[in-house]
């Protein structure tokens, strides 16, 4: 019930459902394009004898020639703008938890991802078929499933084993692409 | 969405914050070789340079800043990148030009689709141009059902019917897939 194993494939669909990290794109692009433009007018309009002074770069320059390097305002400028910057950096260059979870398909051009959601709850469906098991909830915790089951009974090895058992059968139906350990927890219905 | 936006984000932030990092850190540097008290711009050496590279320098600044601006609009520009067209043209020729309506094409993978029994509803977009032509899917699939029936009906069945109704070799496809439980006529009551 296994899809052939393809590196390639898997690598490209896990890849697919990484974070594209829009939104500090789009603030750091429209940030870019204001800084550009404004630069951009005030020395044109200088050149061409007529400045504008939309940004108060007299000031600005009056500021730096009072201000001794050593100032704690300007050390808390620069360490800002160091820390923004390694936060852009941190931000480029960790991958993060992908918004879906990503499918076995066997083909680099055949991408399938399923809803978190969507998957945890197919797994404690697959847990509460076991007979005995009341209801049943399951989460992801980084690369394993935590599932939690309310059973009326006592026989806690029996129960562990078979609803462990009902949860991989079915997360190998799913065949995700990096496989979850599962963790059961057993209630006590009452 | 797009992954080739993803990569261009995550190398634009990579850009950005490491420019960042090295302005503050060179400003942190310098801030703790500087003799206590001088002033981050004075009289020394700041004035007459700018006067003898005058004017040419500020004709420099502000290509660098259009060219920075650009950057900026571009980088905003593909954000929108991958969202579907109304019509991919297949061919263009002196004969005339061969579109295919997006919207018919994404019906009939849709509804080609809902005939696998996994598959309980089926949207489909088309994406890219009509060289490189992209399929995006949301899938709603009965949870009970492998994910190896779902990949099959994909790459047995839609796939080839839309490489031929496209005329391409490739067309990768990218599906998020929504689990339900199958509808039952019944519930049970415990």
Known sequence: ?190 | MNRRTGRGNRLGLALVGLVLTILGVLALIRAASAPTGTPVVYGGATGPFFAAASPWIWWAVAVLSIVVALLGLRWLVVQGRGQAPRALRLESGPGGVTDVSAGGVAHAVAADLTSSPAVLRADADLAGTGRRPEVRLRLVTDEQAPMRALTDHLAGVTLPRMRSALETDRVPTVARVTLEPPQTPYRMVR
């Open chain 1, 1 to 190: 019930m296994i899809a052939p194993v393809n590196r390639a494939a898997d690598r490209a669909a896990v890849r697919a459902f990484r974070p594209q990290r829009t939104i500090p794109a789009v603030v750091v692009a429209v940030l870019l394009t204001l800084l550009g433009l404004a630069v951009v007018v005030e020395t044109i309009s200088a050149l061409a004898g007529h400045p504008l002074r939309w940004i108060p770069y007299d000031r600005m320059l009056a500021w730096a020639t009072t201000t001794p390097w050593r100032s704690p305002a300007f050390l808390s400028i620069a360490a800002l703008v160091t820390l923004v910057g390694l936060a852009l950096l941190a931000l480029a260059v960790v991958p993060g938890r992908p918004r879906m979870v990503p499918a076995r398909t066997g083909d680099a051009d055949l991408i399938i991802g399923m809803r978190p959601r969507s998957f945890t709850r197919a797994l404690a469906h697959a847990a509460e078929e076991v007979s005995g098991v009341h209801s049943a909830t399951a989460r992801i915790h980084g690369r394993a499933v935590a599932v939690t089951a309310t059973t009326s009974g006592w026989d806690e090895q029996h129960f562990e084993a078979a609803v462990r058992d009902a949860v991989l059968t079915r997360m190998a139906a799913l065949s995700p692409v990096e496989p979850y350990q599962v963790k059961v927890k057993l209630k006590e219905h009452r």
